[in-house]
């Protein structure tokens, strides 16, 4: 089983701990390609039109200067570091301690800056969304594509089923395979029509991440077993309300696990 996740724009910056030690991130052979990235991230944020070539405000001013020192500041495990409304609901900090070691190594964060990244690795604050376009490099997501698609397609061949929760340009970073693929799509039933939604997605994809990770690869074999069991955390009381389909997979394009919401459904909002 593995469990592909984008990052969260929200970030807590690590007050204490070593500085980044490109060797210890998951997929070590990367560390030239991150070098280059952070090298040409921090010499764009120096210059005085770094928020609008990053595509940001001057509201994340603090993110923009801490482009600047990656390689100096405190790093820390990048559960804590993100913090938006998917990892809110992934709520590493509360699984047991089997799961969250199964969400270090069963889960990869897609990473504008980093390329891909584990639960576990320990990054500093940054602010370098993969829709950004990099002087030299183009955008992110493009030049990272053919970097990450012959490591992570050998890693691909061992993992077993291929959760898919990432979206946007981060879902084009790499394609995973097909065959053994399922991408999380969240719906919305709005005057008794279902609507495709992207509001509750995020914090709906860190609720179907936890509960397969409670689950385990032993369950979670392939894209009919992560249904079954995602359909039985909405049925059971007072789980989550929500329906589940599994629409099978075509050629080139993966099966979906479409998760259906009902109209009165609310949660909390965020990045």
């Known amino acids: 089983m593995l469990i592909l996740l984008p990052p969260s724009e929200g970030k807590t910056a690590p007050r204490s701990g070593v500085p980044l030690d490109l ?67 992934l709520d590493y900090a509360s699984l047991p301690e089997t799961a969250r070691r199964r969400a270090r190594e069963k889960v990869l964060i ?40 012959p490591p992570l397609d050998a890693h691909a061949e061992h993992t077993g089923v291929i959760i898919d929760g990432r979206s946007g340009g981060y879902a084009a970073q790499w394609k995973a395979p097909a065959a053994i693929t399922a991408t999380v799509d969240v719906f919305q039933i709005r005057n008794g029509e279902r609507k495709v939604v992207s509001h509750f997605a995020k914090y709906t994809r860190g609720l179907v991440a936890r509960e397969l990770l409670l689950a385990g690869p032993r369950v979670v074999k392939s894209p009919e077993s992560a249904a079954e069991v995602i359909a039985a955390a909405g049925s059971a009381q007072g789980a989550h309300d929500w329906s589940v389909d599994l629409v099978p997979g075509t050629g080139a394009k993966p099966s979906s696990l479409q998760i259906t919401l009902p109209d009165e459904h609310t949660t909390v909002g965020g990045s």
């Open 23 to 89: 060797a210890s991130l998951v997929l070590p052979t990367l560390a030239g390609e991150r070098t280059t990235a952070m090298g040409i991230l921090a010499a764009v944020s120096s210059a005085p039109d770094a928020a609008e070539v990053l595509g940001v405000g001057e509201t994340v001013r603090a993110d923009i200067d801490a482009n600047v020192v990656l390689m100096e500041s405190p790093a820390a495990p990048a559960h804590q570091v993100f913090t938006g409304v998917l990892y809110d609901a």
């Open 110 to 149: 897609f990473s504008g800056l980093f390329g891909v990244l584990s639960l576990g690795d320990h990054i500093p604050n940054h602010r370098l969304s993969v829709t950004s376009t990099l002087p030299g490099l183009g955008r992110m997501s493009s030049w990272w594509k053919p970097r990450l698609t």
